[in-house]
């Protein structure tokens, strides 16, 4: 059984600063490819970040150079350090890994808002 935790999120003023943990179990870490995704009120889900077994990265242009994503395999974790946050990135984030079918999170809510 997959098992995806998120933490982290929390209410955040305009370019404040959060990071977002993901401790996964029931996979092998090392070589699974983590992502995290978001879903904004009244919109659908959509891809944040991603990151492979090889450290291979990827973004979505609207968090590109203001998120970064990294993993410590040691911890079977994920993070999502998020900076210069605006309104906009208001939403619940989850993390993502695909083992035989799609897992999910629970997902944690990060308000930006002053």
């Known amino acids: 059984q997959v098992q995806l935790v998120e933490s982290g999120g929390g209410l955040v003023q305009p370019g404040g600063s959060a990071r977002l943990s993901c401790v996964a179990s029931?996979?092998?870490?090392?070589?699974?490819?983590m992502a995290w995704y978001r879903q904004g009120p009244g919109k659908q889900r959509e891809f944040v970040a991603s990151?492979?077994?090889?450290?291979?990265?990827k973004y979505d242009a609207s968090v590109n150079r203001r998120f970064t994503i990294s993993r410590d395999n040691a911890k079977n974790t994920v993070y999502l350090q998020m900076n210069s946050l605006k309104p906009e990135d208001t939403a619940v984030y989850y993390c993502?890994?695909?083992?035989?079918?799609?897992?999910w999170g629970q997902g944690t809510q990060v308000t930006v808002s002053s």
């Open positions: 990151i492979r077994g090889n450290n291979e990265i």
């Open positions: 029931g996979i092998n870490f090392n070589g699974a490819e």
């Open positions: 993502y890994n695909y083992f035989g079918r799609p897992w």
